[in-house]
């Protein structure tokens, strides 16, 4: 199965790209993964609304056919550690070839994103910034796949 995370925006911050890269190097032996950082819309005389209608639909133009796509929302669903790889094990057996997360912009997400979704994720009930939540989705992912394989990563 191919993991992509979309994230609206870069990181900029050395240590979480640091961080972050352990991760992803980690992944390679479980899934292909890859992570895309899309431009945040610009703001300078825009509503809240147009901006994430404009980071929508070039959200949605990312997208193949065949992914499925998956929103990391406040309002999505809590998994534990062991549930969330549950999840993904599930995903794999249904036969799901591409599978996306999102990171939404500032303001969240547009009507269309959420229609287009087959699922919403909650990583927590408070808010981080997005450079945190690049983090803990790719280590919680990682610790999804060792849990999968029954590695001493995840300590029960």
Not at 33 to 46: H, K, M, Q, Y
Not at 76 to 95: D, P, R
Request: proline fraction near 2%; charge should be positive.
């Amino acid at each position: 199965m191919k993991i992509r995370l979309i994230a609206i925006g870069k990181t900029s911050d050395s240590w979480a790209k640091d961080a972050i890269s352990v991760f992803e190097k980690r992944l390679k032996h479980y899934c292909t993964f890859e992570i895309t950082e899309l431009p945040v819309s610009g703001n300078a005389g825009r509503t809240a609304e147009q901006i994430k209608e404009a980071e929508g639909n070039l959200l949605l133009s990312k997208l193949g056919t065949s992914d499925r796509l998956v929103l990391l929302d406040e309002n999505g669903k809590a998994l534990t550690s062991v549930g969330f790889s549950e999840w993904i094990q599930q995903q794999q057996l249904s036969g799901v070839k591409n599978l996306v997360f999102v990171i939404g912009g500032p303001y969240g997400f547009s009507d269309a994103v959420y229609k287009a979704a087959a699922a919403k994720l909650s990583l927590s009930p408070m808010t981080f910034t997005h450079q945190m939540v690049r983090l803990f989705f790719t280590e919680q992912l990682y610790r999804a796949f060792t849990i999968l394989k029954g590695e001493k990563y995840h300590h029960v």
